[in-house]
C-alpha cells in the first residue's frame, strides 16, 4: 500500500483530475479496482492523480482510525480540537494539496447497506460527467446536510466533486462498477477518448439527516438504501424514543448505532433533474 498521490500524465494538455479511494477503509471495491488500473494505465490528454485516501484504515480494514476522514474536509473553526490532533486531520491537510491543483475529483465508496445499487453523490456542477457513470441514480443535497467530505470540500473551493458508492461492500461486483467507473470517469474527463453513451438517470435530493440522541438507536426493520418512507412511519426507537418521519421520503444509509451523535439514516426525495 503505497501513501503517496502518484500522477500520470497525458501527451497532450489538458485538464487535471484526481481519483481517490479508501477513503473509508472498509469499503475496499476503489483500493482492488486501483491496484488492478494502476499498473497499466495510460492517459491521453492531461495530468491526473491518484491515490489511496486513508491507508492507515485500509490496512485495518476500518473505516476510519481516529474521526470521519470524509467529514474533517471543512474549515478550521467547525472542527474540534480532537479532530485537529488526529491522523485523519493530518491526511486531509496532505490530501488537499492534490484536490486544490485537480479541476474534478472521483472519490471512490461503497455502502454497508446489503444489496444497494450503486449511484452517484454530486452537485449540478457535475452535470457532463455524471451521466457517464454507471449508476442509474444520481443523488444530491449532501453538501448541506452531511458537510464535509471531499466532494463538499472540492465544490466548496469551486471545482467539482463526485462521490460513487459502488454498491453493497461486501459485494464483489462494487469492484467491477469502481473500475468501469474510474473509465468513466477518464473519458468524460476527456483523459481518455469518449466512447461512451450518456445513461438515463433518476435523481433524488436529500433534505435530512437524523444523528443519534441516545447511545441505542436500533432501526424498526432493515430499510434498502432508497425504500420509500410515508409520511409518520417508524424509522427506528432512539433510547425511549419512536423516530417518525415527517413528510413522504426515500431512506438512505439507515443502520443500527450504539453512540450518541452517530449518522443513523438521511431522508431524500425523488426530483424530475439533478437541479
Ligand atoms: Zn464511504
Known sequence: MFKEIIKITGKWSGPTSIILAGVHGDEKCGVKALEKIIPNLKIEKGRVFIGYGNPQAIEKTQRFTEVNLNRIFKKDNLLSKSDKKSYEYKRARFLKKYLNQSDALLDIHASHTPMSKPFVICETNAKGIVEYLPVERVVSGFDQIEPGGTDYYMNSIGKIGICIECGFLGDPQSEQIAEESIYAFLKARGH?????????????????????????????????????????????????????????????????????GEEAFLLGKNKKSLA
Open 192 to 260: 481518455l477518448t469518449n466512447d461512451l453513451i450518456p445513461q438515463e438517470q433518476s435523481y433524488i435530493r436529500m433534505f435530512d439527516l437524523y444523528k443519534t440522541k441516545t447511545n441505542k438507536f436500533i432501526l424498526a426493520k432493515l430499510f434498502d438504501d432508497f425504500e420509500g418512507i410515508s409520511k409518520g412511519q417508524v424509522i427506528g426507537v432512539d433510547g425511549n424514543q419512536e423516530v417518525k418521519t415527517k413528510k413522504t421520503a426515500v431512506i438512505l444509509f439507515a443502520r443500527n448505532r450504539e453512540k450518541v
